[in-house]
């Protein structure tokens, strides 16, 4: 199933409390458990300005969904084409 980067712009995301971020994240929860497993939630990073989720999905169109029904931004969608690290340089 295709990987998926989303690019959330989301001002003042880096100072969002503990419980700021707890509240979103069960909110994306509860989405994710009324879309069923086809969509599953990886991981995010927040930055400054910006909430970086991967995702995996069938298609751009079950992220957006997703964004749509949790009420967050989802300024970029871009599928995951390859994934590398250190190791692909060995």
């Given at each position: 199933?295709?990987?998926?980067?989303?690019?959330?712009?989301?001002?003042?995301?880096?100072?969002?409390?503990?419980?700021?971020?707890?509240?979103?994240?069960?909110?994306?929860?509860?989405?994710?458990?009324?879309?069923?497993?086809?969509?599953?939630?990886?991981?995010?990073?927040?930055?400054?300005?910006?909430?970086y989720c991967v995702y995996i999905a069938p298609d751009e169109?079950?992220?957006?969904?997703?964004?749509?029904?949790?009420?967050?931004?989802?300024?970029?969608?871009?599928?995951?084409?390859?994934v590398i690290d250190p190791a692909t340089?060995?």
């Amino acid at each position: 199933m295709p990987k998926f980067l989303i690019e959330r712009e989301i001002p003042g995301a880096g100072q969002l409390s503990a419980n700021d971020l707890k509240g979103i994240s069960a909110k994306s929860c509860s989405v994710i458990e009324e879309l069923g497993p086809q969509v599953q939630w990886v991981q995010s990073y927040v930055t400054g300005d910006k909430v970086y989720c991967v995702y995996i999905a069938p298609d751009e169109a079950a992220v957006r969904k997703h964004a749509e029904m949790g009420g967050f931004p989802a300024n970029r969608v871009s599928e995951v084409r390859a994934v590398i690290d250190p190791a692909t340089a060995e």
